[in-house]
């Protein structure tokens, strides 16, 4: 049985932005080369939140395109998304 959280994309956003700013801040002045990576994933955790919680979006194909369409229309939702929009491994992201 999965548990749905009643926190919304803009609750998560505000949540977790302060405390990727200061991972971004860190990283980025001491470990560059580590900050992709690392905000990369944390959007694989983010599609795999939302195909949890949506059962719309629980297909692979569905998830990716509206992903692409979010993270266009609103570039600076989360602080991360200046500079990483694509998740690390949608491929292996699964909606169990």
Do not use: C
Not at 34 to 48: D, E, F, M, P, Q
Not at 54 to 71: C, I
Request: zero cysteines; a positive charge; hydrophobic letters at 40%.
């Amino acid at each position: 049985m999965h548990r749905r959280t009643g926190l919304n994309f803009a609750d998560l956003a505000r949540t977790i932005n302060p405390i990727v700013r200061g991972w971004m801040n860190y990283y980025g002045a001491f470990y560059p080369s580590a900050l992709s990576t690392l905000l990369a994933r944390i959007n694989t955790y983010l599609v795999r939140w939302v195909r949890k919680k949506y059962k719309r979006l629980r297909a692979a194909g569905k998830a990716r395109a509206r992903w692409e369409y979010v993270t266009t229309t609103y570039p600076r939702y989360f602080a991360h998304w200046a500079q990483v929009t694509h998740p690390l491994m949608t491929k292996t992201t699964r909606a169990v």
